[in-house]
């Protein structure tokens, strides 16, 4: 069956940036399914061949390969086409759908609706899809996609999973997080659940404690506007750092479907402690760059979070007393994104010549999910020669060296999914609320009158001081590496 993605927001730099790209980059690896046109639908006014050589450049510079195949582009700029309208506008929606019947010319058309606008048009546009019919499947099966930021905290997430009810049925519904079709995400799924040896260890009785860490370096730049509403904890905790969470945390789903998957990983979010206020403010740390204020579109006394450090709990047999951190910042040392899982010590020190164990570093496996994707298992071994002198060493496996080619970009695989009406790896309807139900917390906390001044780092270090003076509090150091793995050249 034919499929037609309609993009809405289509000059926007989402649609310029990564989801053109990622579908050229499935037409040149001959994976978008044959006869799939894309339409585009923005405010700008422009003609099919406009937009076909605006995105010509843009596709150019983000597809990540050397240069275009012309050839390819040739082909896949014959599938696109733009149609001018305003969104609030139900006439221009009308022409719109009048557009798309004629370019499906009427054969049975897989359609994809991609909500790649800025959210406050999220549920104009759902209610207008709603009252022109548009999600009615009789001509085939309409799926929507949804980007982030799902809501703003619980109460907008349920509002705008209600008006996607109104319309759309839940297996209809994809609300995307790019995290989770990292290449590297989804290989933990694999590490867990493909192999025997890891499952035994995987548990409170061997791991004692968990750091899940997405370092940026860049700042926050353009985007000043958007990110001193939003703060860290909605842009990254309570989607790609949950994601992270729940794929390291969940048990294995007895099958490898959506249904599955998904019922394990709100299980995660079910049992994580829930906190009073009190607890929360012990349970992180939150910290601005020094120079955040003077970004374009920040407000000038903003106390705006561009790092925090939580603790969350998961009150499970598999889990209890296992503490995971979470961690993420803007401005950083170094952009890497690792979850590090750090093991118990040896119940006896045998080598330490009357030193206790703990005076070593612990096992640990990091899993770094980029840059430099791979895994690395550290651990002690004996130093050639007299006496039993150990050190500290690694196994590792490495994406670069492993594989030849590009890893795909994570908007890939989810293109391909939502086309192939997958929905393994998007988040339904009660995770987003139950993550929301997490983080919430800790925004109201952070965000309440009367705070201690937020804590100020430097660009290019790990986070405020106070992070690191929080970690030894909690017992344990974080683990501040720039990626262990090297990507070969
Ligand atoms: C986005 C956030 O969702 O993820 C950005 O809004 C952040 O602030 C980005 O920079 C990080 O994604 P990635 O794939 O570069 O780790």
Request: proline share 6%; charged share 25%.
């Amino acid at each position: 069956m034919p499929h037609t993605i309609v993009i809405f927001g289509a000059s926007g730099d989402l649609t310029s940036r990564k989801l053109v790209p990622a579908l050229y980059n499935l037409t040149r690896s001959g994976l978008l399914p044959p006869a799939t046109r894309i339409v585009g639908f923005s405010r700008t006014r422009l003609s099919d061949d406009e937009w076909r050589s605006s995105l010509r450049e843009s596709t150019a510079a983000h597809a990540g390969r050397d240069a275009l195949d012309e050839a390819t582009w040739r082909d896949f700029a014959r599938t696109l086409y733009y149609q001018p309208g305003d969104l609030g506008q139900t006439k221009d929606m009308a022409r719109l759908q009048e557009r798309l019947t004629a370019i499906e010319a009427a054969a049975e058309t897989t359609r994809v609706y991609y909500l790649a606008t800025a959210p406050q048009f999220y549920e104009p546009v759902i209610a207008t899809l709603g009252s022109l019919g548009m999600a009615d499947e009789s001509a085939g099966p309409r799926r929507i996609v949804v980007e982030k930021p799902f809501g703003t905290d619980r109460e907008t997430a349920r509002g705008l999973n209600e008006r996607l009810h109104a319309v759309f049925r839940e297996q209809q519904v994809f609300r995307i997080d790019h995290y989770l079709g990292k290449e590297s995400v989804q290989n933990i799924l694999a590490l867990r659940f493909a192999n025997t040896i890891f499952e035994p260890v995987w548990n409170r009785r061997y791991i004692d404690h968990v750091q899940i860490t997405v370092a940026e370096d860049v700042a926050v730049g353009r985007r000043g506007g958007y990110y001193d509403s939003a703060g860290v904890l909605r842009d990254m905790f309570q989607n790609h750092l949950l994601q992270l969470l729940m794929v390291t945390a969940m048990e294995a789903p007895v099958r490898f479907n959506a249904t599955a998957v998904r019922n394990e990983k709100v299980k995660v979010l079910e049992a994580i402690r829930p906190l009073d206020p009190t607890h929360v403010t012990m349970a992180g740390v939150r910290g601005q760059y020094r120079g955040y204020l003077t970004e374009p579109g920040v407000a000038a006394a903003s106390q705006t979070a561009t790092f925090g450090a939580i603790r969350l709990e998961i009150d499970n047999w598999r889990w209890q007393g296992v503490p995971f951190y979470l961690r993420s910042g803007k401005a950083m040392s170094c952009r890497t994104t690792q979850i590090v899982i750090e093991f118990r010590q040896p119940p006896l020190e045998l080598f330490g010549g009357g030193r206790p164990a703990a005076h070593r570093e612990a096992n640990r496996l990091v899993i770094q999910i980029q840059p430099a994707e791979g895994i690395q298992l550290h651990f002690h071994t004996k130093v050639p020669g007299e006496g039993m002198r150990l050190t500290y060493t690694d196994l590792e496996f490495s994406y670069s060296r492993e594989f030849a080619g590009r890893l795909p970009e994570a908007y890939e695989p989810l293109l391909l999914d939502v086309m192939l009406g997958d929905a393994s790896l998007f988040a339904r309807a009660d995770e987003v609320e139950k993550a929301w139900e997490i983080i919430d917390p800790f925004v109201r906390a952070w965000s309440t009158a009367g705070q201690p001044p937020i804590a100020v780092y430097e660009p290019g270090d790990w986070g405020p001081l106070a992070s690191f003076e929080w970690m030894v509090k909690e017992g344990h150091a974080w683990f501040d590496q720039c990626p262990v793995l090297a990507q070969a050249t």
